[in-house]
């Protein structure tokens, strides 16, 4: 049950404490094992054991921003370490990834949908409401705030309001900034659901560009120049990485046949490598369609792992 006789403070410790040892254990048990699972089985936990946890309470709680920031912390870490992140990579970033909005959106959220499912109940139930009034009312204010903010009433359909405002919160983030270029609505990513792990890693990584390129390296303080060490060039980005650098042109050749051979043809670009959302959009697609994703997403992540074995990215 959620602590509302405690105070924020002690709630907060009993609700990150919980989250955090999950956390920690569900990542020792990712590490102690002979082969880590993909990061479908992360995504699976994540949502499944520590969501949750915190969801149980959340609606009843009001934690500051500091406060949420640390739980986000927590439950990113796991799913972290399935994607092969770094350390440092942000944590509304690996939750946007697969599909875990902003703290504060999915409480708005879960209290206009607690506050729609009471509102069929109270009718014939308004008499027993004297006990905890004030509390009741201080929460049924916030919701009300919430609905002039959203524009929807609790008890109208809340799935659209909510991916707008998640969005909204993602675009608003500081951090983030390589993966909102091609990641912008909710729900997990497409290639995480439709990849090997190994390619998944690969594909994360260049995504929040922290791959191993020069200029990542040199940004992150790694390396001091952003010269490519393989074949000279002044500035070793992503783009010279995947679609320029002459030391993996055998590789490209390759790849680029294998695109132009499916039907219809697909040029090679950097957003198809990326796994954009405008070349593999986040929404439910056809069976037809998703299987030409799936050739076309293979055959690229079939060139990233080429690439990864020549020269670690
Ligand atoms: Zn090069």
């Known amino acids: 049950m959620p602590h509302n006789m405690r105070g924020w403070a002690e709630q907060f410790k009993h609700v990150h404490h919980r989250i955090y040892g999950t956390a920690r254990r569900i990542e020792r048990l990712f590490t102690s094992i002979t082969r880590p699972p993909g990061p ?3 995504l699976t936990v994540t949502k499944a054991v520590l969501l949750p946890i915190l969801t149980y309470s959340l609606p009843w709680t009001r934690f500051s921003e500091w406060k949420l920031e640390r739980l986000e912390s927590a439950i990113a870490a796991p799913m972290r370490r399935c994607l092969g992140l770094p350390a440092k990579t942000s944590t509304a970033a690996v939750l946007y990834e697969i599909g875990i909005p902003r703290l504060f959106v999915l409480r708005e959220w879960l209290l206009m949908k607690e506050a729609g499912r009471s509102a069929q109940i109270r009718e014939d139930m308004e008499e027993q409401e004297e006990e905890g009034a004030e509390y009741c009312r201080t929460i049924a ?145 056809t ?27």
């Open 40 to 42: 479908i089985v992360g």
């Open 141 to 285: 204010q916030e919701i009300r705030e919430i609905g002039r903010k959203w524009g929807v009433l609790p008890t109208q359909d809340l799935e659209q309001a909510y991916r707008v405002r998640a969005s909204e919160a993602w675009m608003q983030c500081t951090r983030g900034k390589k993966l909102r270029e091609v990641k912008t609505t909710m729900g997990p990513a497409f290639y995480i659901l439709h990849e090997t792990k190994p390619q998944v890693c690969l594909r994360a990584r260049l995504r929040q560009d922290v791959a191993n390129n020069a200029v990542s390296l040199n940004r992150r303080g790694l390396l001091e120049t952003t010269q490519c060490q393989r074949c000279g060039h002044y500035e070793d980005d992503r783009e010279h990485l995947l679609l320029y650098c002459p030391r993996f042109a055998d590789l490209r050749e390759t790849v680029v046949r294998e695109l132009r051979a499916l039907c219809p043809p697909v040029e090679l670009t950097l957003p198809l490598l990326l796994a954009d959302e405008s070349v593999y959009p986040n929404v439910k697609v």
């Open 287 to 313: 069976k037809r369609r998703a299987m030409a994703l799936c050739h076309s997403l293979d055959i690229t992540g079939r060139f990233l792992l080429n690439i990864h074995r020549r020269n670690p990215i």
